[in-house]
């Protein structure tokens, strides 16, 4: 699509010199800026915010302007421009008459609309890439009906990516013929659309006229052969790398899952760790308690059997024997304590 839009804009910046044109529904301001290389002065117009935003600060120029606005509500007086480009603008409009009534209006008399538009039945042939941005497509009867009430002096041509074996007139007149060139340096007109692969040339004797091939031979086999398995690769090529962004997102959701699983269990390790050191310290201090009490309970076995030697010893002195025995015991301590 990018092609089909640049070489729009190469072709429509031939027309542009010294006139004041308006590029409407501009987009990001690339093909404003091509067409201000020849144009007095161009003015892009768009009605997205974003896109006139971009559009200023990538492209600036002298005689280049962008306006945040409606196609269908111009903020430009009547005739105040020479030239209207509008590509691939008309079929995202329901209000289609109105912006063609509107580009009549700030058109100068003399001036010229170069517009492009899908032709529906082809434009979505298969039927399997349907345009959501779309509002109203035309076919070539539908079109040329709403140019007809504002602009009926028209010239049609016809505009497709293809794919063919191409046969052109080497170094010699074009007769009519453009190659049109985007490069580093803007958009240029070649005398041929690429460096030769073959030559074909027509010859005869000294003084024999040659008869004329084209200046331009298309060929196809009827069958857009090669289009087609272009199409079909670039299909096949689109559903790849989107198997492929499909597969990163799996990808990239199944590490993400991975790496919070990791940490869960880094989490619940370190936990565990927590709890052993926890478990550890519980059990030292518990054989430490342990020690504690065993050497309490022989501390109090100590206790308990002297407690019972002198409750059996007073218990002895409340018996006879012991009232008896017990002043000739004290006697023979004292006599063992005086004695040298």
Known sequence: MWYEHWHRYCAAASLTHGRRVLDAACGEGYGSALLARRAAAVIGVDIGADAIVHARSR?????????????????LAPASVDMIVSFETIE?????????????????????????????????????????????????????????????????????????????????????????VFADDGPSRGTSPAAPMYFVVVCAAAGIPLPDLPALSLFDDGELSLWREFARAAKRERQLTWDELDARKIAEDRLRDLVDNVNALSSERQKAMALEAAFADARARLADASERLTSTQAA???????????????????TFPGWIRWPLSVARRRLTVRQP
Not at 101 to 123: H, Q, T
């Open 59 to 75: 492209y600036r120029e002298s005689n280049l302007t962008y306006i945040q606005a409606s196609v269908t509500a111009l903020p």
């Open 300 to 318: 109090l076995a100590r206790e308990t059997w002297a407690h019972a030697e002198t409750r059996a010893r007073l218990t002895y002195r409340e």
């Open 92 to 180: 995202h409009l329901a209000e289609q008459r109105e912006m063609l009534a509107e580009f009549r209006r700030v058109l100068a008399p003399g001036g010229v609309l170069v517009l492009s538009s899908p032709n529906r039945p082809v434009y979505n042939e298969s039927g399997d890439v349907a345009n959501a941005f779309h509002v109203r497509e035309l076919d070539r009867d539908e079109l040329k009906t709403l140019l007809d009430d504002h602009f009926p002096n028209q010239s049609w041509y016809a505009q497709r990516v293809l794919a063919h074996s191409l046969l052109w007139r080497d170094r010699g007149a074009g007769d009519g013929v453009s190659f049109d």
